[in-house]
């Protein structure tokens, strides 16, 4: 079977259900319910695939209303497909509307376009191939739709607390060819009790997700400071950010702007908190400058912990990055910094963690999620190469990444596309894109990828 030409033929198909999914703001929020826990938008998105595979005869259950799947297929065995539908908030610096979904030059823009909205319909179209060709699957094979990724893997805990667990998974939802290590992902706070009214800092507010780089940060400041101003204006120009100043009344507000990226590498975007901090820590005193002084002498242009003295690397996943995601300062309130700490495959998280000791503020490990790992000589890796390399002629190299997908919760599970190598990833950065070509490529490497792990030759 031509899966290629096969997918060529449900492109438009493809692109409109891409742009009806891009259109739901699927954003986790606060306003839930019992049968919407990520709310309405969110829960919107799952329904909105539950009866997509209703519609073409799949089997469909959706659990708790955090997660569902589609079946189709027989057999013992059970292969996984895992991708998600929630999405981080857009931020800022579009030229597109981010739920638009619009299409420009072989691109069709959105938040989830990338990550992870679009490789999920190529997976879901890989399947509706597969079943329309009418070939017979040797063992069943679930699509399975989950809705907090972005925010902590709930849905899918709940998912795996009563349904089968896959023999062999893969999620396409980062890079191919294959990713078969995962770093270990840890949410840092680091805090101190203010004590002590600042002279001049009120408020220092920056970022609202660990797993983004802040692409915003606000200072609140007593007095009218115009003797900063100027100062201000250079020290943006100088880095390249843009900066705001606002008088209040009998207080100024500073605003940096800098560039949203993914957390599993920091240096792709440009910290607007780090850079705020930076700024301040000369011009203030007290509880709030020693605020600031943390934050800039710690992370910045050391997004690495070399400072922090929790650096380290391996050759099997690279370095172990930080990510300062969330920073916040109240007078006479307790002050974090919450940190995406990504660390290598054979980091000594425990030792580490234990022999820490730091001046001022106080460490928690809030969250760890350890690293994720399949040997390069299991038979389900080396029939995800030959699928990929069958369909795109190239070599199907083994990769590491910082980020968390679904595999990592899976007893043998990967990550599988849908980036392909060289390609710009703007996945939690403004003017997410979907390349329109390649969706349609990696939606024959599922389709074949399939084909190889389920179905009878």
């Keep these: 079977m031509d899966w290629l030409l096969e997918a060529k033929k449900r492109k438009d198909t493809m692109l409109s259900e891409l742009q009806e999914l891009v259109a739901i703001p699927s954003v986790l929020s606060d306003e839930t319910t019992p049968t919407a826990p990520f709310g309405k938008d969110v829960k919107q998105a799952l329904d909105w695939f539950l009866e997509k595979g209703r519609q073409h005869g799949y089997s469909v259950k959706n659990v708790a209303d955090m997660a569902g799947h589609l079946e189709i297929g027989q057999g013992e065995e059970l292969l996984g497909i895992l991708g998600h539908v929630d999405v981080v908030p857009a931020g800022e610096g579009w030229t597109k509307d981010p739920f638009g979904g619009e299409i420009h030059d072989g691109r069709l823009y959105g938040r989830g376009a990338i990550d992870d909205k679009g490789p999920t319909i190529a997976a879901w179209t890989a399947l509706n191939m597969l079943k329309d060709a009418g070939v017979e699957f040797n063992k069943r094979i679930r699509l399975i739709i989950g809705t907090d990724e972005e925010s902590g893997f709930r849905c899918v805990e709940r998912y795996f607390e009563t349904e089968e667990m896959p023999a062999m998974a893969f999620a396409p939802d980062a890079d191919f060819p294959i990713i078969n290590a995962e770093k270990g992902i840890a949410s840092l706070v680091f805090s101190t009790f203010s004590m002590h009214e600042d002279a001049i800092l009120e408020s220092f507010i920056a970022g609202h997700r660990t797993n983004m780089v802040p692409d915003k940060a606000t200072a609140i400041l007593n007095g009218q400071l115009a003797e900063w101003q100027e100062e201000f204006r250079a020290f943006c120009a100088k880095h390249q950010v843009t900066g705001v100043v606002e008088q209040h009344n009998g207080s100024t507000e500073l605003t940096v702007k800098g560039k949203s990226a993914h957390a599993m590498e920091p240096e792709d975007g440009i910290n607007a908190g780090i850079l705020l901090a930076l700024f301040l820590k000369d011009r203030l005193e007290g509880d709030g400058q020693k605020f600031v002084a943390f934050v800039a002498d710690t992370f910045y242009q050391d997004s690495r912990g070399r400072k922090l003295g929790l650096d380290f690397s391996d ?143």
């Design 315 to 457: 050759e099997q996943s690279g370095d172990t990055t930080f990510n300062a995601g969330i920073i916040r300062f109240e007078k006479t309130k307790t002050a974090t910094i919450n940190v995406s700490m990504r660390y290598s495959v054979s980091y000594p998280f425990e030792e580490k963690m234990a022999a820490y000791e730091l001046k001022d503020f106080v460490l928690e490990v809030v969250s760890n999620s350890p690293p994720h790992y399949v040997d390069e000589n299991d038979p389900f890796i080396k029939t995800l190469q030959n699928a990929y390399e069958k369909e795109t002629g190239e070599t199907a190299e083994l990769i590491a990444i910082g980020g968390g997908t679904y595999a990592r919760v899976l007893d043998k599970g990967v990550a599988f596309g849908m980036l392909f190598p060289g390609e710009p990833d703007l996945a939690h950065q403004a003017d997410e894109f979907v390349d329109i070509d390649n969706l349609i490529k990696a939606t024959a490497i599922y389709a074949e990828a399939i084909y190889q792990l389920a179905c009878k030759k």
